[in-house]
């Protein structure tokens, strides 16, 4: 049971990345404007907690990659937890 929770979590997050790296591909605009924010953020220092929290347009980019292509597919939620409303 807990080996299946972690390959879970392990698939549905190389899934999300796998879909952001493809939209990016196909986008330049938004990866170049992403490339500029973590430039402006970061420039040579390393990423930290406080850091990460202000490449909101990053943020943005993965939120809606995740809502273009979720990892639970939309009709397995309606399914299990919305067809008795």
């Known amino acids: 049971m807990i080996l299946n929770m972690i390959i879970a979590g392990r698939d ?9 790296c493809y939209l990016l591909a196909q986008h330049k605009e938004v ?3 992403i490339i500029e924010e973590v430039d402006s953020v970061l420039g040579d220092a390393d990423p930290d907690y406080e850091s990460l929290k202000e490449l909101t347009y990053l943020q943005a980019v993965i939120t809606e990659s995740l809502r273009l292509y979720p990892s639970v597919p939309r009709f397995f939620f309606f399914f299990f937890f919305l067809k008795n409303y």
Do not use: I, N, V
């Open 31 to 33: 990866r170049e404007k």
């Open 12 to 20: 549905t997050t190389a899934q999300s990345l796998a879909w952001t």
